[in-house]
């Protein structure tokens, strides 16, 4: 009787043991793809972010040819110039002139400046920020100047020297997380030195004694003007190349073809000028990355990125690293969230990738036209359904976000049990809301598309700052924005437009009112109806 109790109680363990053994082999396989839909999720926000910077690198260095070669655009179209550039050939106005354009109305109830600033200053601005206040755009403007105004006085390296009492905190971007910045802090408030707070970089030295480190910040301009007045070319190359370079695992320096300035440079890169310098490592910021930091080129690189939650709510943390003399940095993570207790991993993770399909989805629809053209391309047989791969292909090349889109396709589109891809899909539950159903799609999809960039040049051309669009203005801006992009669309549809969306017809469109017109509409906000899909994709 003994032996088979026995041998009963070890039949039941190995039973509680494979038992074990397959909920905890479950449960690693369900973390594992809970972070791989976070990996694709943040693939999808930086990929997007890096899109629009290469957009606003394009308008950038559009205006900036506009400048170079005025003389020969005044004589082609004098009037287009003149309403470009009207103000910016008379004398440059100072700083009093340039607030003074912008009255703060009595209605007005954030906070009130005087400059110079005060603690009390301060202090008042801090308290309105933690209660989501926003500072007029007078306040902006005079912050700007007053920060500009130290700045030119300040050089373009810091050398700040460790010892074996202090410790020097690191912080990276913070995209303007007072929260962060405040926990912070909070953490070092028994540190002795205030944090270094960094941009794009730092690196420390190894031939200076007590651990200096050196310090980068932005260079030093004497002149008012553009960049091109106050540069030249190379020099203007060499601060793009600061400020938008990021490194990679490949050797060799190579353009940054995702941000659209600066360049890529690999491991062999950076032992090399360290090498020159007498330098240890490079400490840099700019990239967001998931625990807060990343250490690449053998350790020779270290990104650190300050701003928690910066795409989404639990989408990354923030970071800060602690170095002292004769140590290896540390680092210290966290995670600001306004809830009292952190919401569940797959809670975070599923509204973190509903906000990065919706905003991917938006990207798709802008460009409806040209992704119809490459599907229809590769649908020899008209049946309208492509494979995954050519599918992937099509996205890639007409979207050039660098994506997984194998990957994604699970939550972009139908795809058949032969694994074929039903390409219209890619366009359902979202559409841009016309504003008039006889203009042409590809004039909508266009300007949905250059939106923000149509607002820039709009704002440059809006000499009275009025807000408002005359009829001429309107095609001045379209000739603009048609002359730098090499969009093909005829003036008709632009003036038929126009026309139909003034309403009143007193000549003119509200610019705000005409941006809003093409508003995406998104059928599924919440993408409750795809459950089905979604479990298929955990």
């Known amino acids: 009787m003994g032996c088979s109790s026995s041998s009963t109680g070890n039949k039941k ?17 369900y973390r594992a793809r809970l972070k791989a839909r976070q990996h694709y999720a943040l693939a999808i926000f930086q990929s997007i972010e890096y899109a629009d910077e290469h957009g606003q690198m394009q308008l950038s260095n559009f205006f900036t040819f506009m400048l170079e070669n005025c003389s020969r655009a005044r004589k082609e179209d004098p009037e287009l110039v003149s309403r470009l550039f009207e103000s910016t050939f008379q004398d440059i106005k100072d700083r009093q002139e340039y607030v003074g354009l912008i009255d703060v109305p009595d209605s007005y109830e954030g906070p009130r400046l005087e400059f110079p600033l005060t603690f009390t200053d301060i ?18 403007l005079e912050v700007l100047f007053e920060t500009r105004k130290l700045l030119k006085h300040m050089p373009n390296f810091t050398h700040v020297k460790t010892s074996p009492s202090k410790e020097i905190t690191v912080c990276g971007d913070l995209h303007g ?30 031939k200076k004694s007590k651990g200096d480190i050196t310090v980068t910040s932005s260079g030093k ?27 990679r ?8 073809t995702s ?3 600066g360049c890529y440079f690999g491991p062999d890169v ?11 490592m490079l400490i840099r910021s700019h990239e967001c990355k998931h625990d807060g930091y990343e250490i690449c080129h053998d350790g020779k690189v270290i990104t650190i990125f300050s701003a928690s939650n910066y795409y989404e709510e639990g989408s990354n943390r923030g970071a800060y690293i602690r170095l002292s003399y004769g140590m290896n940095p540390r680092f210290f993570q966290y995670r600001v969230t306004s809830s009292t207790c952190m919401s569940p991993l797959h809670q975070r993770v599923h509204a973190m990738e509903t906000s990065a399909i919706r905003i991917l989805k938006e990207r798709i629809i802008s460009r409806k036209t040209d992704l119809m053209h490459a599907f229809q391309l590769r649908d020899h047989s008209r049946s309208g359904k492509i494979s995954i791969a050519q599918w992937a292909f099509s996205m890639e090349s007409i979207l050039g976000l660098n994506l997984p889109w194998r990957s994604l396709s699970l939550r972009l589109v139908n795809i058949d049990t032969n694994g074929n891809v039903d390409y219209m899909s890619s366009f359902q539950d979202v559409h841009i809301e016309k504003p008039v159903k006889e203009v042409q799609s590809t004039l909508i999809e266009t300007l949905y598309r250059y939106r923000s960039d149509l607002q820039i040049i709009f704002n440059v051309i809006d000499s009275d700052h009025s807000g408002l669009i005359s009829m001429e203005e309107f095609r001045a801006m379209w ?12 003036d008709s549809q632009v003036d038929e437009l126009a026309n139909i969306m003034d309403l009143n017809k007193d000549g003119s469109i509200d610019f705000n009112e005409f941006l809003k017109a093409f508003h995406v509409v998104h059928k599924y906000e919440k993408l409750n109806t795809s459950n089905a899909k979604f479990a298929n994709y955990k």
């Not at 408030?189 to 970089?201: A, D, E, Q, T, Y």
């Not at 950076?270 to 240890?280: A, E, P, R």
């Open 479 to 490: 000739k603009l924005f048609r002359t730098h992009y090499s969009v093909d669309i005829d």
């Open 259 to 261: 941000r659209g300035g």
């Open 249 to 256: 695992g490949r050797k060799g320096c190579y353009p940054n």
């Open 221 to 247: 301009v004497k002149s008012n003007g553009f960049p091109s007045q106050q540069l030249s070319k190379h020099e203007w190359e060499q601060v793009v190349d600061i400020l938008w370079s990021d490194p």
């Open 123 to 140: 202090n008042h601005l801090l308290e309105a920020f933690k209660q989501q206040q926003i500072l007029h755009a007078h306040y902006v």
């Open 270 to 280: 950076t032992s090399k000028i360290l090498n020159k310098y007498q330098l240890k």
């Open 13 to 29: 363990s190995e039973k509680v043991l494979k038992a074990t053994l397959v909920i905890q082999n479950w449960y690693r396989g």
């Open 177 to 206: 997380k007072l929260d962060d910045l405040f926990l912070i802090f909070y953490k070092m408030r028994s540190v002795l030195m205030p944090p270094v707070s960094i941009n794009r970089g730092h690196a420390t030295d190894s």
